[in-house]
């Protein structure tokens, strides 16, 4: 039990707080198939990317999509066409410092993206019959909650205790005037 001198005292508040943090990077590879036989990768872009989350557990998990874009050139690299797939992920961010004495109830999570997803390389593969396309994105979450914080207390300093402000010593000074 810990001794406090008799004027210090600790006290309990219930607050809103940050009860939570993390943030993963990750690169994964998905494969697509095109409609004619790509012969060469002309770019790869990734847009239209959304997300949200929900605590799970001791972590976080982000549930996203966004749409991947390849160009490519066929038929002996004479035409080119663009193959379009939606990704849809899950991505589970462990917690640093999760506060046990968070109320669990009520909590609200939040997701921010640190870095979009953004294609890596886009590779032919199969025979030419796949594309694999590296995607690599950031995300960071916080999840808020009531939670208890301790602070110490102690009681108000006496009148006697009180010294002049600053303003008070200087109030008569004549050399200051204009």
Same mark, same amino acid.
């Given at each position: 039990?810990?001794? #406090? ?28 198939? @095109?409609?004619?036989?790509p ?7 990734? &847009? ?5 989350? *929900? ?10 999509r #966004? ?11 004479? +035409? ?36 979009? @997803? ?23 979450? *916080?999840? &808020? ?11 108000p @300093?006496? +009148?006697?205790?009180?010294? @002049?402000?600053? *303003?008070?010593? #200087?109030?008569?000074? +004549?050399? #200051? +005037?204009?």
């Open positions: 039990m810990a001794h #406090f001198d008799k004027d210090v005292r600790c006290r309990e508040i219930y607050t809103q707080a940050v009860c939570g943090k993390g943030s993963k990077y990750s690169q994964t590879t998905y494969t697509m198939r @095109p409609a004619n036989r012969s060469t990768i002309g770019g790869c872009w990734v &847009m239209n990317h959304s997300c949200d989350a *929900e605590l799970v557990g001791d972590f976080v998990e982000v549930h996203g #966004f749409d991947v874009n390849v160009w490519y050139s066929y038929n002996g690299n004479t +035409e080119t066409g663009v193959a379009k797939d939606t990704v849809s992920y899950i991505q589970q961010v462990p917690l640093r410092e999760l506060d046990p004495l968070a109320t669990r109830e009520g909590m609200q999570v939040s997701v921010k993206v640190l870095q979009q @997803p953004n294609c890596l390389d886009a590779t032919i593969v199969d025979g030419g019959n796949e594309i694999l396309v590296r995607v690599e994105k950031e995300l960071s979450v *916080e999840v &808020m909650g009531r939670t208890k914080v301790y602070v110490l207390v102690s009681d @300093p006496s +009148e006697k205790d009180d010294e @002049p402000l600053e *303003e008070d010593i #200087f109030e008569d000074d +004549e050399e #200051f +005037e204009d």
